[in-house]
Nanobody
Framework: QLQLVESGGGLVQPGGSLRLSCAAS????????VDWFRQAPGKEREEISC????????TYADSVKGRFTISRDDAKNTVYLQMNSLKPEDTGVYYC???????????????????WGQGTRVTVSS
């Protein structure tokens, strides 16, 4: 079965940290850029970070810049999102997806995505 599986979410206090994992099953990720998205309660899903095929270029939404770090380990077929200094507004369900199409290797502003995972829930609360 071709899918991405997110894990690592949970309940954390403000200021705390979590590391999310996005593991690919049934296919390899190393030929694709990969994005993390989140959907907060009552809001639309937003893209928060991308890592290109090489791992050398990354992008972040302003809301997470300086606090979150995306990385990849192609040997483990996994992409990570290290989240530090968490805030209550970081609460939501976090998803990963691989980029597809002609520009699947890069983190361009517009992209097409596939193999969405089921998400992992992050709750930041005291």
């Amino acid at each position: 079965q071709l899918q991405l599986v997110e894990s690592g979410g949970g309940l954390v206090q403000p200021g705390g940290s979590l590391r999310l994992s996005c593991a690919a099953s049934g296919f390899t990720l190393y030929t694709h850029a990969v994005d993390w998205f989140r959907q907060a309660p009552g809001k639309e899903r937003e893209e928060i970070s991308c890592i290109d095929k090489s791992g050398r270029r990354t992008t972040y939404a302003d809301s997470v810049k300086g606090r979150f770090t995306i990385s990849r380990d192609d040997a483990k077929n996994t992409v990570y999102l290290q989240m530090n200094s968490l805030k209550p507004e970081d609460t939501g369900v976090y998803y990963c997806a691989k980029r597809i199409g002609v520009f699947q290797e890069a983190c361009l502003p517009e992209g097409s995505y596939a193999n969405w995972g089921q998400g992992t829930r992050v709750t930041v609360s005291s």
